[in-house]
């Protein structure tokens, strides 16, 4: 099982960014996919996740009107688009895999995780 994560940048406060995770190695529609994101010396947080139908989404309180998870099951591949961002939006940005219907806000819940993707936003 491999999850890719990647773009990633150095972005100013406002910009957006998209991050993808290519998924291989597992049944993409059986698993609900999550961001997380861990900023140095601090503990890994969730942002946001879709459940396995896609429809449902939730997020943290944090990011809820600025991200947005989305997946392409064609490309097995998951999406986290982050638009007004601000400096304590820096992050890595991991995604995640949990083969449960409607996921979790617990990190210790996912079965998979990808490598992260480092996300800077300058003031």
């Known amino acids: 099982v491999q999850l890719q994560a990647y773009g990633g940048g150095v972005v100013q406060t406002g910009d957006s960014l998209r991050l993808s995770c290519v998924v291989s190695?597992?049944?993409?529609?059986?698993?609900?996919f999550g961001w997380f994101r861990q900023a140095p010396g601090a503990e890994r947080e969730f942002v946001g996740r879709?459940?396995?139908?896609?429809?449902?989404?939730y997020y943290a309180d944090s990011v809820e009107g600025r991200f947005t998870v989305s997946k392409d099951i064609r490309k097995s591949t998951v999406f986290l688009q982050m638009n007004s961002l601000k400096p304590e939006d820096t992050a890595v940005y991991y995604c995640?895999?949990?083969?449960?219907?409607?996921?979790?806000?617990?990190?210790?819940?996912?079965?998979?995780w990808g490598q992260g993707t480092q996300v800077t936003v300058s003031s």
């Open positions: 879709i459940s396995r139908t896609g429809g449902n989404t």
């Open positions: 995640a895999a949990d083969k449960s219907m409607f996921g979790s806000r617990l990190y210790a819940d996912y079965d998979y």
């Open positions: 190695g597992l049944t993409f529609s059986s698993y609900t």
